[in-house]
């Protein structure tokens, strides 16, 4: 599906990272723009109220009753300090004594706000704009302090300080960040983009890798990464999840395959016997003969549907174990009076040997327990020639019960081992279904052991017979609630 510009991850990762560092850069440059012009501003202040001290402390020089005195004082400490700022001495009436040489008889602003906290005898600052001063309109930061004696007003010192230094570097800076700002913007988002594109390129990679993967083609792997992040691991983890397609793929094909295998065989004997019947039987005995033979035909069907039925059914979790305290010594005993019966037919000796003391007692499911022994049972007796023996074997180790089937039989070579409780998977093909085996007996048999919680190992020699060897925790499995299980 094609991914719009807009909507391509690139995009926005270059989007929001210029984005990002837009205003971190933009905050920056405010916080800085205003700090800068606080602490200059900050810095006349200080100056304005140093000034405004020093002459406080000659205050009977400038507030005498002589104005030429009053002047030359002023002048003469202003020429000693050489500040640089313009000073008026204003009286106890706020009219005008003197004025400092550099401002050219001309008088400081004093608005009423001004006027009226020196009445209260505070200080006020503010920014003014002088006009014609020095043939120039100044701004200037201004600074009316008033001189207080024995809690009365008895003049008013204003001092100002042009603006101009300080308002010149504030503006410099302002150009400076605007002009550096679009540029440093710019850059960004370039580094942004480059950034963005190398880091989706694996994506890229494996995305088109994995747009090539069909079920046709489920051994093609993505491509590794080298780096070892957060992608890297996203590789390995869908590699591992096509290898579990794969093997899932190939377990239904084989199944498939298998069960359309053994479904076809009995319909393939039910119709040929049926053709053969129709066209040659003549006599009531001849049809009967027929009917009996479909009949064994269409219960090993019935086997092998109810066992997919339960392989299915397993496969959507939908079986569930009951799991309730059971005696598992009561139930391998009636397993052992069923197996004599089982043996009878074919001269076989079955034997129970307890190697306990008491009453083992454990949780699980007690039909799905039936089910698994009563399966291994019969199979042993199944592939045991006649005069053999079956040995049933209780035990306990340690918290788990241990079950051993061990029969006499014809045994199974050892390459077969690792297959045996696949699904369908028969040693000898020819003799099982002679037999009337299905194929799903074990993986049904290792289904039930694994929900409980337990394991299931075989030995076997040819010729001398096999031991299945089954351990169940005697808690039974974790989650000792109903539950519903798959078989794998």
């Known amino acids: 599906m094609p991914i719009s510009p807009l909507q391509s991850i690139r995009v926005r990762l270059t989007f929001w990272y210029a984005m990002t560092l837009a205003v971190i850069l933009a905050v920056s440059a405010l916080f800085s723009y205003h700090y800068f012009s606080h602490s200059l501003r900050k810095d006349i202040d200080n100056q304005l109220y140093v000034i405004a001290e020093t002459l406080e402390n000659s205050k009977g020089q400038l507030l005498a009753d002589q104005p030429e005195q009053n002047c030359n004082a002023l002048t003469d400490i202003a020429h000693r300090h050489n500040w640089g700022a313009y000073i008026m001495v204003r009286g106890k009436n706020l009219e005008t004594l003197c004025t400092s040489d550099n401002l050219l008889d001309q008088e400081l602003p004093f608005g009423p706000v001004a006027r009226q906290q020196a009445r209260w005898l505070h200080a006020h600052i503010e920014n003014e704009q002088v006009h014609g001063l020095l043939d120039k309109n100044l701004s200037i930061r201004l600074l009316s302090y008033p001189i207080i004696i024995d809690s009365r007003l008895h003049g008013v010192l204003q001092i100002g300080k042009t603006l101009g230094t300080m308002q010149q570097a504030v503006e410099e800076l302002r150009v400076i960040y605007l002009v550096v700002g679009p540029f440093a913007i710019f850059w960004l988002c370039l580094g942004c983009w480059v950034l963005a594109d190398r880091s989706l390129s694996p994506v890229i990679e494996v995305t088109e890798a994995a747009q090539q993967i069909t079920a046709d083609n489920l051994g093609c792997r993505l491509p590794s990464v080298t780096r070892r992040d957060e992608l890297a691991q996203m590789v390995?983890?869908?590699?591992?999840?096509?290898?579990?397609?794969?093997?899932?793929?190939?377990?239904?094909?084989?199944?498939?395959?298998?069960?359309?295998?053994?479904?076809?065989?009995p319909l393939t004997i039910l119709r040929g016997e049926t053709e053969v019947t129709l066209r040659w039987a003549k006599t009531p005995e001849e049809f009967r003969d027929m009917l009996h033979s479909n009949m064994e035909e269409i219960d090993r069907m019935e086997r092998i549907i109810e066992s997919l039925l339960t392989l299915a059914k397993s496969e959507a979790g939908e079986l569930t174990l009951e799991i309730k305290s059971l005696s598992l010594s009561d139930l391998v005993q009636e397993l052992y009076l069923q197996g004599r019966i089982l043996g009878e037919t074919k001269s076989i000796s079955v034997d129970l040997d307890l190697k306990v003391d008491q009453e083992i007692r454990i949780m699980g499911d007690e039909l799905r327990l039936r089910q698994l022994f009563l399966n291994l049972i019969s199979n042993g007796i199944k592939?045991?020639?006649?005069?053999?023996?079956?040995?049933?074997?209780?035990?306990?180790?340690?918290?788990?019960?241990?079950?051993?089937?061990?029969?006499?039989?014809?045994?199974?070579?050892?390459?077969?081992?690792?297959?045996?409780?696949?699904?369908?998977?028969?040693?000898d093909k020819a003799r099982n279904r002679m037999d009337g085996g299905t194929g799903l007996g074990l993986a049904i048999v290792k289904w039930i052991v694994e929900t409980h919680g337990g394991s299931i190992q075989v030995t076997s020699t040819p010729n001398l017979g096999s031991t299945f060897t089954v351990r169940l925790p005697i808690e039974g499995p974790a989650d000792k609630t109903p539950k519903s299980t798959q078989l794998r």
């Open 236 to 265: 390995h983890v869908l590699n591992q999840m096509l290898d579990r397609l794969e093997a899932s793929f190939r377990r239904i094909r084989q199944f498939s395959g298998d069960a359309s295998h053994e479904l076809r065989t």
């Open 383 to 427: 592939y045991t020639q006649d005069g053999g023996s079956l040995t049933i074997t209780l035990a306990k180790e340690q918290n788990m019960a241990v079950i051993k089937i061990s029969d006499t039989g014809i045994g199974i070579a050892e390459q077969h081992l690792p297959h045996i409780f696949d699904r369908f998977y028969r040693v």
